[in-house]
T-cell receptor, first 112, second 112 residues
């Protein structure tokens, strides 16, 4: 069985300050992990993915995430928030041939 | 590449009517997924197909919902009869295998 827990339902940051969106996972096998972003009234877009290669993964728009097996975490970070980063972010886990399991999402607000 | 195409983008119907949502996956992808997103329940996997064959439909809410994939380039999700509680955004996604799904823009369904 696999699951993912997004520790914050809502995160608010000021423009230009760092972003940290937290995610913990549970998986019986070596997991693949993803972050997706959903802007208002849009579909989900893949930000980045981890599939057992480098533990620090770089994605689009300056986001990155680090896979920490010992902590079963896959937190999403960005050094400096931009207004356009305001969106819903989903942490996702999959193992082998099982479909993706989505977290409940974290809404990121960016204050000018 | 046009990405995943969904139609219609918006649908407003009255309770009891039949609703058909359509999806064209990305060419070459062999897996197709239908999701439902609501504020209350978040993102739910309804059903997924692999090589046009339904693999897991355990997420389909009830017999009023049915999905088909007659060929590799087309799928439908049908609700008959529709009810107000079916109001949601329905997403279709496709992938090669089950990893790294690409989402369509969604169909916003409102049942009055």
């Amino acid at each position: 069985a696999q699951s993912v827990t997004q520790l914050d339902s809502h995160v608010s940051v000021s423009e230009g300050t760092p972003v940290l969106l937290r995610c913990n996972y549970s998986s019986s096998y070596s997991p693949s992990l993803f972050w997706y972003v959903q802007h208002p009234n849009k579909g989900l877009q893949l930000l980045l993915k981890y599939t057992s290669a480098a533990t620090l993964v770089k994605g689009i728009n300056g986001f990155e995430a680090e896979f920490k097996k010992s902590e079963t975490s896959f937190h999403l970070t960005k050094p400096s928030a931009h207004m356009s980063d305001a969106a819903e972010y989903f942490c996702v886990v999959s193992s082998g041939n099982t479909p993706l399991v989505f977290g409940k999402g974290t809404r990121l607000s960016v204050i000018a | 590449d046009a990405g995943v195409i969904q139609s219609p983008r918006h649908e407003v119907t009255e309770m009891g009517q039949e609703v058909t949502l359509r999806c064209k996956p990305i060419s070459g992808h062999n897996s197709l997924f239908w999701y439902r997103q609501t504020m209350m329940r978040g993102l739910e996997l309804l059903i997924y197909f692999n090589n046009n064959v339904p693999i897991d439909d355990s997420g389909m809410p009830e017999d009023r919902f049915s999905a088909k994939m007659p060929n590799a380039s087309f799928s439908t999700l049908k609700i008959q009869p529709s009810e107000p509680r079916d109001s949601a955004v329905y997403f279709c996604a496709s992938s090669l295998g089950v990893l790294e799904q690409f989402f369509g823009p969604g169909t916003r369904l409102t049942v009055l």
